[in-house]
């Protein structure tokens, strides 16, 4: 099953290009590509060569650089396009053209006919060439397309028996995880292909999706880091390993060097110019944070009351935050034993109510935390007169 088998690949060099924020170097485009490649992506998608020269000269720099992950660029389907793209010594192509009404009508004025005729020719050409590329055929805007069109232009594409790969893409970000699983799953019985899914974010379900592809039959999932892409991007990376991790860890764990991915992102927001977003998956700043005392007691006892994901697996560290109105004694008693100090089970309690009070009063910190720990421990406090001391 492919939720179990699914391949990466990793477009932060092609779709992610297409971020408002991007603007690689080569050598920024070469510290990525080693970057995902030991982080063990399968696939590396980049830049067409046709889109500017210094594109193909990165393109030939990025597939001299011998990794593990097959590189692939992404072109139109066009002989003119498919011919300098072989030239580059990339394993892959990836081929994309638009079949629904509105691209039809606004972008390349094509039928479906002349779809099927122009996808034939292209495909067959490629195939001829390079008897052993890896070929994938793609529609752009698959989900806005008539149902009856896309799958007549699949069937005649599969009848062809030249494509290894099967693209659908929701390029305006608007298909749901039902959709998504229906069509895959139809794409899946009706050809023979495998089943690649491009999801855009637009809607907030590019993650869901991307996880509605595999359920449904679908093979790879493209992603970008941190999301980055057209508009507000499309499957992140990052987001996507927690949903398979969550799915099933033993697998992620194999398959990908987790430890890389906050550095990967990092390095990746420095570039275009973003921060790491608080809510993200594995990476956003308190995604290990956990605060309520009720919370934090159940942590203590086992972390996964709590946490689906592990934090100590991707090289991330757990925090519980105890400065607060919503603090427990569980969790100020572990601060304590942390900090060494030696304090009753009824001081522990007492100074619990003490910070709750005080956090009605004003935001507290760590610190005030610790030294309120240090100076009862010292025995300058008795519970009695816990509230004498905030002056
Ligand atoms: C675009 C194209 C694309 C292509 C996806 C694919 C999309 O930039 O509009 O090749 O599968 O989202 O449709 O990224
Ligand atoms: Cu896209």
Redesign the pocket.
């Known amino acids: 099953m492919s939720l179990d088998n699914y391949r990466i690949i990793e477009?932060t060099l092609?779709?992610g290009e297409?971020f408002i924020g991007a603007n690689f170097s080569r050598d920024d485009k070469i510290r990525i590509a080693r970057a995902l490649d030991a982080f063990g992506v399968e696939y590396l998608e980049l830049t067409s060569p046709l889109a500017s020269p210094g594109s193909l000269a990165d393109l030939k720099a990025i597939t001299g650089l011998g990794l593990n992950a097959r590189i692939l660029t992404?072109i139109r389907c066009r002989i003119e396009d498919a011919r300098i793209a072989l030239d580059t010594g990339v394993d892959g192509l990836?081929?994309?053209i638009?079949a629904s009404s509105q691209l039809r009508k606004f972008s390349h004025g094509m039928s479906i006919d002349e779809i099927i005729d122009l996808a034939a020719e292209t495909l067959t050409w490629i195939r001829a060439q390079a008897p052993d590329i890896e070929l994938?055929f793609?529609?752009?805007?698959?989900f806005r397309s008539e149902e009856k069109d896309l799958l007549r232009v699949y069937l005649a594409v599969d009848k062809l028996g030249v494509v290894d790969r099967f693209?659908?893409?929701?390029?305006?970000g608007i298909a749901t995880p039902m959709q998504v699983y229906r069509l895959v799953d139809t794409l899946r019985r009706i050809t023979t292909a495998d089943i690649?899914?491009?999801?855009?974010n637009d809607a907030g379900s590019a993650i869901a999706n991307a996880f509605a592809a595999l359920e449904g039959g679908a093979t790879h999932i493209?992603t970008t880091v941190l999301g980055i892409?057209?508009r507000n991007g499309?499957t992140s990376l990052g987001g996507f390993i927690a949903r398979m991790y969550t799915y099933d860890r033993a697998t992620v764990r194999r398959k990908y060097r987790l430890t890389m991915l906050r550095d990967i992102e990092l390095m990746i927001a420095d570039m275009v110019g973003i921060d790491i977003p608080f809510n993200n998956p594995i990476t956003g700043y308190s995604a290990f944070t956990h605060k309520a005392g009720i919370h934090a007691k159940a942590i203590l006892n086992a972390p996964e009351t709590y946490e689906a994901l592990d934090p100590t697996d991707f090289g991330l560290t757990r925090y519980l935050s105890i400065a607060h109105r919503l603090t427990g004694w569980n969790a100020v008693k572990a601060r304590a034993e942390q900090l060494g100090l030696d304090l009753s089970p009824d001081q522990i309690k007492a100074l619990t109510r003490h910070i709750k009070a005080l956090a009605d009063e004003r935001a507290l910190t760590l610190d005030d935390v610790d030294e309120l720990l240090y100076h009862w421990a010292d025995g300058q406090e008795q519970p009695a007169s816990q509230f004498a001391m905030t002056h």
Do not use: L
């Open positions: 477009s092609r779709e297409q992404h990836d081929v994309v638009g994938r793609s529609t752009e805007d698959s693209g659908v893409a929701d390029t305006v690649e899914f491009h999801g855009h493209d892409g057209e499309i």
